[in-house]
């Protein structure tokens, strides 16, 4: 029997997906389960199993090519005898079998992975240049014991690093091969990564991620939206995170707190609109924009941000921040907002609006904290640190009044109570 390996669907959003790598060659044996190819989404690359026992016949999109979701991109059969008829079929289907569209037989296994009914071209396959191909769990395995994966050279199929690799050097005595230092991402909301140098009269092609972040921008364009600002004083926010902050206490992980306890009040500002009404959600999560390097953006979710401790979710937001640079984020950490949260800040930036995430009736800008100059309340001159906030609202759930009312709860839970967000 031969069967058509198709391009999975990794995520909601994902329209197309390109090749990393192909883990197996054509002819290789293929085992129910086992990994064939690594295929970046729009969001995170992806492990992709296979779901049956067989041997892979033909790639019919090589690596570093893109194919859309249920593309066929290679042929799997069942005994190695039937090899030459999937290679000859392939042949028969031409051009038309790299991009003729099927329906995709992709499902999530939960466990980071994805299987695929499975999938060549004559050549073996590669991995990008520059990019470290490695196991789910080596990566795993090296971060919690702080080795560089670029030090180690992989056993795996074309030079994957496997979690076999980084055991062995775990348990091996020290030797003398320098790692390569490699400088920890920081935890800031925006990349201080910069883009390629290029050409003035380059052209540079769209990443994957980028043209994800085109299609919802686009989208956001139908969306009714209006823009509420609001200056908030940030004195007591600034002190707690001073006498908090060497605990690994992130500025973005108590913004995202405080807003996270604001929402329990105003369930409308965490709806969103649909067809056929307001669509209102139980649970509380905060998605916030982190720029990647090389260009676009992506938005991990601080799942139940409302009923998290401070100290626990400045841990998570790091480790996601972490694993959403490396392109390791699942899609449930990234797809699952229901508010987001994008923060300029740490640039100086004094104000700007953000747009709207489709499927989410709110986002908030937030600017630099600056000293300003005040009036005081018994009429005198005063020096108090403040901070601007936009909110942009989608009109058809977010009414004015609703949006006003939930500035002026976070305001006053920053301003008068941040030790709240401590407890």
């Not at 080596?138 to 690799?165: V, W």
């Not at 600002?229 to 913004?255: E, N």
């Not at 807003?259 to 500002?269: G, N, S």
């Not at 953000?354 to 499927?359: D, R, S, V, Y």
């Amino acid at each position: 029997m031969i069967r058509e390996l198709f391009m999975p669907a990794l995520s909601s959003t994902m329209t197309e997906g390109k090749i990393v790598s192909w883990l197996k060659s054509p002819g290789d044996k293929v085992a129910k389960g086992e990994t064939v190819l690594i295929v970046e989404s729009d969001k995170a690359d992806m492990d992709v199993e296979s779901f049956y026992d067989g041997y892979l016949a033909v790639i019919t999109v090589p690596a570093g090519e893109v194919a859309p979701v249920g593309a066929t991109i290679g042929l799997v059969a069942e005994t190695e005898a039937e090899i030459a008829e999937a290679q000859a079929k392939a042949k028969s289907l031409g051009a038309a079998t790299g991009s003729t569209a099927a329906p995709s037989a992709a499902t999530s296994n939960g466990s980071g992975t994805t299987s695929v009914a499975v999938a060549s071209p004559p050549s073996a396959p590669t991995a990008p240049t520059g990019r470290v191909i490695a196991s789910p769990r080596a990566r795993k395995l090296a971060k919690e014991h702080k080795i560089d994966l670029k030090t180690l050279k992989g056993t795996g199929p074309n030079g994957r690093i496997t979690a076999a690799d980084v055991e062995a050097l775990i348990g091996a005595p020290a030797t003398p091969v320098t790692p390569v230092a490699t400088p920890p991402a920081p935890v800031p909301t925006a990349s201080t990564a910069t883009a390629p140098v290029v050409a003035k009269e380059d052209l540079v092609p769209l990443t994957t991620l980028q043209n994800a972040v085109v299609r919802n921008m686009v989208a956001s364009l139908s969306i009714p939206d209006f823009h509420v600002a609001y200056t908030i004083t940030t004195d007591a926010l600034d002190r707690l995170y001073q006498q908090i902050k060497a605990k690994g206490v992130t500025m973005t992980a108590l913004l995202a707190k405080a807003i996270a306890l604001t929402l329990q009040k105003h369930p409308i500002m965490n709806a969103y609109y649909t067809e056929q009404g307001i669509q209102y959600r139980r649970d509380i999560n905060i998605a916030v924009a982190v720029a990647m390097p090389g260009g676009g953006l992506i938005t991990p979710v601080l799942k139940n941000a409302d009923q998290i401790d401070i100290y626990s979710l400045s841990r998570t937001w790091k480790d996601l921040v972490e694993r959403a640079r490396a392109k390791q984020l699942q899609p449930e950490e990234y797809s699952t907002g229901t508010f987001s949260l994008s923060n300029l800040g740490m640039f100086g930036v004094d104000s700007f609006d953000a747009i709207l995430t489709p499927g989410q009736g709110a986002i908030m800008a937030v600017g630099a904290s600056r000293p300003t100059v005040v009036a005081t309340e018994d009429g005198l001159l005063g020096v108090k640190r403040q901070m601007k906030v936009n909110l942009t609202c989608d009109h058809r759930v977010i009414y004015g009044a609703d949006a006003a009312a939930f500035l002026q709860d976070l305001a006053k839970l920053i301003e008068t109570n941040p030790q709240a967000l401590t407890l």
